[in-house]
């Protein structure tokens, strides 16, 4: 549940920052490229599954998840061992780079495969701050591109954890700074369901699976 507090910090976080003195950490040649589980470069607008590198008990891939009470706007879930979950496409801060590369500013959105109650985006963002757990949840209705101050909580990147493993960050580049929040991404219960949070700690352990069908063909289906 969101608190007066919490959201007044959050307003604190995006507004104080002008756009004179917000920067990106644009995807360029310097950053390595972030590979899928076949060892291919990740490729932005094309779909891939995100599931945890720990089977089992770790649980399988990210999806849209509806709490009871508050089904909209949905948060990000994670499906059980063997799901793979729904699939995401990736968008870099830097439009002319086609290649999502690490420790570069990424849009996350969930791309359903069949259509969905909720008129929300499917874009990931920080918010819906836990008062009693000190915690904030990764949910949609994001913000898609137009890189700045008011689209600071859409904002994500990828690091490095094995040869074909990673874990999320909510860590946007800001000059002149210090970004309040600055965290890996792990996953955590709710009461109700495995949800991504913000975490103090170390983040949770992905890969990346490319889908045969384009994004594209994917929305072709839903809509029809």
Request: a neutral charge; charged letters at 20%.
């Amino acid at each position: 549940m969101k608190t007066t507090t919490a959201s007044v910090f959050l307003l604190f976080i995006i507004f104080s920052i002008t756009p004179l003195s917000f920067s990106f950490g644009v995807a360029n040649t310097t950053n390595a490229p972030v590979l899928d589980s076949d060892g291919n470069e990740l490729r932005t607008g094309t779909p891939y599954f995100v599931v945890s590198s720990i089977w089992g008990a770790g649980g399988g891939g990210l999806a849209l998840g509806m709490p009871r009470g508050k089904p909209c706007p949905e948060v990000v879930a994670q499906r059980g061992s063997g799901d793979d979950g729904i699939p995401v496409i990736f968008s870099n801060s830097d439009s002319n780079d086609g290649v999502v590369r690490l420790s570069s500013d990424i849009n996350i959105e969930f791309i359903p495969l069949r259509p969905r109650f909720c008129q929300t985006t499917t874009v990931w963002k920080v918010d819906d701050y836990d008062h009693s757990a000190g915690k904030w949840w990764v949910i949609t209705d994001g913000v898609k591109g137009n890189p700045g101050a008011n689209t600071l909580t859409s904002w994500f990147r990828i690091e490095k954890a094995g040869d074909l493993d990673y874990t999320f960050k909510y860590c946007p580049a800001v000059r002149g700074t210090c970004p309040a929040l600055c965290n890996k991404i792990t996953r955590d219960s709710d009461g109700e369901m495995i949800r991504l949070a913000l975490s103090a700690g170390h983040g949770w352990p992905f890969f990346f699976k490319k889908l045969q069908t384009s994004a594209m063909e994917i929305e072709q289906v839903v809509h029809n």
